[in-house]
């Protein structure tokens, strides 16, 4: 339970980066 809590957390912060990097390509 508190290993799956572990894997949404990770999860939703790679998906933070990952919109953060597509922002950063869009703006060059």
Known sequence: M?????ITVADA???KTTKKKLKNL???
Request: no cysteine; glycine share 0%.
């Open 13 to 15: 912060e790679t998906q």
């Open 2 to 6: 508190l290993y799956d809590k572990l």
């Open 26 to 28: 869009v703006d060059i």
